[in-house]
């Protein structure tokens, strides 16, 4: 299947500070979806990202489209206790399903 | 306002066990799909389907069956269960195109 490279794999940050994660794949995508996923819980959209070079805000999370089209990064600001969870990127394949990374895993120290 | 709901919750079953993952949808999605999430391996699609009566294989279908009778129903079948096959299941759906994933909470289930 598709490989997503996402890193790193997991982050200790103090709560105030930011945090920058990326994933890059191997091949050319036309979609970039980024989910965080909260114990016990399935994944939820954060941001969507359908056009090269793209930037997208929402909130305290900034997300951008790689402008080779292979990689995307996802920015959090201020980080507070609630964005601890594990955060995914995820591209379509020429077939149209979705393919993941293996996710970084925040923890936050208040 | 329930999006994907997935039944049960938790599961536990004896290597050889079949059963049942239900998962339904209300959003009217033409696309769902079945994954599962082990550590540090992220998501792996097993089975998928654009539309009642159609499916389809992902990276990972073996010992897994699927059926899409309704739009809204997607359950995953494991004939013969293996302790391979621990693991959170989650279900998937979204509409036409690239539109995102809405994604169920998961099942946890447990083989011995």
């Known amino acids: 299947g598709q490989q997503l490279n996402q890193s790193p794999q997991s982050m200790f940050i103090q709560e105030g500070e930011d945090v920058s994660m990326n994933c890059t794949s191997s091949?050319?995508?036309?979609?970039w979806l980024w989910y965080k996923q909260d114990p016990g819980e399935g994944p939820v959209l954060l941001i969507a990202l359908y056009k090269a070079g793209e930037l997208t805000s929402n909130g305290r999370l900034t997300a951008q489209f790689g402008i080779t089209r292979k990689d995307s990064f996802l920015n959090i600001s201020a980080s507070i206790p609630s964005d601890v969870g594990i955060y995914f990127c995820?591209?379509?394949?020429?077939?149209?399903?979705?393919?993941f990374g293996t996710g970084t895993s925040l923890t936050v120290i208040p | 306002n329930a999006g994907v709901t997935q039944t049960p919750k938790f599961q536990v079953l004896k290597t050889g066990q079949s059963m049942t993952l239900q998962c339904a949808q209300d959003?009217?999605?033409?696309?769902m799909s079945w994954y599962r999430q082990d550590p540090g391996m992220g998501l792996r699609l097993i089975h998928y389907?654009?539309?009642?009566?159609?499916?389809d294989q992902g990276e990972v279908p073996n010992g897994y069956n699927v059926s899409r009778s309704t739009t809204e129903d997607f359950p995953l079948r494991l004939l013969s269960a293996a302790p391979s096959q621990t693991s959170v299941y989650f279900c998937a759906s979204r509409a036409q195109g690239y539109s995102p994933l809405h994604f169920g909470n998961g099942t946890r289930l447990t083989v011995t």
């Open positions: 995820a591209g379509p394949s020429p077939g149209n399903q979705f393919y």
């Open positions: 389907s654009v539309g009642a009566g159609i499916t």
């Open positions: 091949s050319i995508f036309n979609t």
């Open positions: 959003m009217n999605h033409e696309y």
